[in-house]
């Protein structure tokens, strides 16, 4: 069911996206794991395709050689298997994992780890047959899956044609000769040619995957009109947003200082921790109006700006942290500062003369 039949007609906020991502949730496509896996994994067995041939050749006429002896069970013979096994299948399965974290961690934008699929849920217990087949068949999702595996299907079925028909009689001579060896490296030289090429196919499949993917992933995230309004209300009291939201305005007003201050009438400081620019416009408001103001840092490129420009910098203390506390930007300066402001501004014109 498409995401506005349930009423979900809202982009997904970063917030949501965040939560799920948090949660283990992200859009990625398996098929660029699998495809990754599988092109590393046969660089590994042809990188090393001699050296594991020798090993298993070793492996045979150790065991051979010792198939009537009757120490047959010794735990020798057994570590014997063991330890050259190891060594064929632990540079496979190494890059096999490497290449599979590889692959989500540039579909996820960095490394991500998550609990939170691994916890048990209860309600996944019972089997619900009729979820199943509505997702995995009877869905646009499921015939789309059917669509892409039984693609895959073909690709193998053509490619493997293709090489084994170019190669064929050249392989069926070299076994008739009676060439083991020989016939034994043919035919994996074709498997890692076939295995190479399809790999490549599926990892070119593999990318239209992932934005199909993340399409879904998208749609599945909208959020209904109720939701957004919730989220905001329980953002409103998450302090990390709070500071997010603060440092956002912080840099706006870093913007429009240099305005503010170009265009003031005077900067009331405290005088090192507080800064507060003034603005008196007789046709617009009956008294000055705070155009900006600033604490610490903000504050010490308010006072740096003002002599730039040649502003008036008062040092007042109380009337500079009263008005930063009492007052937000655009506001007009409370009627109990009135009358300092006015001297403020007779002293200012006095000087000016």
């Known amino acids: 069911m498409a995401a506005e039949d349930e009423g979900r007609t809202e982009e997904p906020s970063e917030y949501r996206i ?7 949730r992200v859009a990625k496509s398996q098929e660029i794991s699998s495809s990754l896996v599988l092109l590393f994994s046969c660089l590994v067995l042809i990188a090393f395709g001699k050296s594991i041939l020798r090993q298993c050749i070793g492996i045979f006429r150790y065991y051979f050689s010792r198939c009537s002896s009757p120490d047959i069970s010794n735990k020798n013979l057994f570590t014997a298997f063991i330890l050259p096994y190891i060594r064929i299948i632990l540079p496979i399965c190494a890059v096999a994992v490497i290449a599979g974290l590889l692959a989500n961690i540039i579909q996820n934008k960095g490394f991500l780890f998550s609990w939170k699929p691994l916890e048990p849920k209860f309600s996944n217990i019972l089997p619900k047959f009729g979820q199943y087949f509505q997702k995995t068949i009877f869905s646009a999702k499921g015939l789309f899956n059917i669509a892409k595996s039984l693609g895959k299907v073909v690709i193998i079925y053509f490619v493997a044609y293709i090489f084994i028909k170019k190669d064929l009689f050249q392989l069926v001579e070299i076994i008739s000769n009676g060439q083991i060896l020989s016939s034994v490296g043919k035919i994996a030289r074709m498997a890692a040619q076939l295995l190479i090429v399809v790999s490549i196919v ?19 995230m909208k959020m209904t ?17 709070k500071g997010r939201l603060q440092q956002m305005q912080r840099e706006v007003l870093a913007r429009n200082i240099p305005k503010a201050v170009a265009e003031s009438d005077v900067v009331i400081t405290n005088p090192t921790h507080f800064a507060v620019v003034l603005k008196y416009e007789q046709e617009k408001s009956e008294a000055p109006v705070v155009t900006a103001k600033g604490e610490d840092e903000m504050a010490f490129t308010i006072r740096r700006l ?7 910098i008062v040092e007042n203390r109380p009337v500079a942290r009263g008005l930063y506390t009492d007052t937000k930007i655009g506001d007009i300066i409370p009627e109990d500062y009135f009358k300092v402001i006015s001297v403020i501004y007779s002293q200012i014109l006095k000087d000016s003369k």
């Open 18 to 24: 965040e939560k799920a991502r948090k949660e283990g």
């Open 202 to 220: 599926f990892l070119v499949i593999s990318i239209p995957d992932y934005f199909v993917q993340r399409h879904e992933f998208m749609e599945n």
């Open 225 to 241: 009109k109720q939701e957004v309004k919730q989220e905001y209300k329980e953002l409103e009291g998450d302090p990390e947003v």
């Open 306 to 312: 003002a002599r730039e420009y040649n502003k008036p």
